[in-house]
């Protein structure tokens, strides 16, 4: 089945640090990956919607300049969260869309931890 | 405004219960209609999913109720087993467009009991 993986699955920084979180479709090519947000017993917010090859559009609200997200290839999107602080300590979760199915599949998502 | 309400907000069942897990949408132009299973530290996994022109789906213990005049959906979990315990998510989306956003409702913690 279609399968995705983020990496890491855990990171701690330090304040003012930058992080980057990786999202793999590993068995299918996805041409939009899309970025998620959710915090303790809450709800996914959609951070950005990405597009292989372009540039990611991003939901209102959402900074591009301190969410950086980059989808190079078919399988492979980048979240980097520039000069992180706590209040950006989340659950970040990617999704990719299976451009055969028009399915969407989640990866197992990244805890970020911001000191 | 996108939006999809989902009730109730947790739920408690025994073993062997049937719980349901209601949601409402109000943009009609949504046509995609996915339940995603959530346990704790993990991503969402799709469970079950419908289209709006047919009025129910079945997959295993799980089945969706879809009232299109209503705008409703709702979840069924027959049988329910302790295994079952996660959060639930519905979600809606426009399968049509390009980006086939979903929007996600709030979520039900669901527990199941011995």
Same mark, same amino acid.
């Not at chain 1, 996914?44 to 292989?52: G, P, Q």
């Given at each position: ?115 | ?13 025994? +073993?062997? @219960?049937?719980?349901? $897990? ?7 132009? !949504? ?6 299973? &959530? ?18 789906? +079945?997959? @295993?213990?799980?089945? $969706? ?7 409703? !959906? ?6 329910? &087993? ?18 086939? +956003? ?13």
């Amino acid at each position: 089945g279609a399968v995705v993986s983020q990496h890491p699955s855990w990171v701690i920084c330090k304040s003012g640090t930058s992080v980057k979180i990786e999202c793999r479709s590993l068995d299918f090519q996805a041409t939009t990956m899309f970025w998620y947000r959710q915090f303790p017993k809450q709800s996914l917010m959609l951070m950005a919607t990405s597009n292989e090859g372009s540039k990611a559009t991003y939901e209102q609200g959402v900074e591009k300049d301190k969410f950086l997200i980059n989808h190079a290839s078919l399988t492979l999107s980048t979240l980097t969260v520039t000069s992180a602080h706590p209040e950006d300590s989340s659950f970040y979760i990617c999704s990719a869309r299976d451009r055969v199915h028009n399915e969407q599949f989640f990866g197992p998502g990244t805890r970020l931890t911001v000191l | 405004q996108q939006q999809v309400k989902q009730s109730p907000q947790s739920l408690i069942v025994q +073993k062997g @219960g049937i719980p349901i $897990i209601n949601c409402a949408y109000e943009n009609t132009a !949504f046509d995609y209609f996915p339940w995603y299973q &959530q346990f704790p530290g993990k991503g969402p996994a799709l469970l079950i999913a419908i289209r709006p022109d047919v009025s129910e789906k +079945k997959e @295993g213990r799980f089945t $969706i109720s879809f009232n299109k005049s209503a705008k409703q !959906f709702s979840l069924h979990i027959m049988d329910s &087993q302790p295994g079952d315990s996660a959060t639930y998510f519905c979600a809606a989306s426009i399968r049509t467009g390009t980006a086939s +956003k979903l929007t996600f409702g709030t979520g039900t913690r669901l527990q199941v009991t011995l």
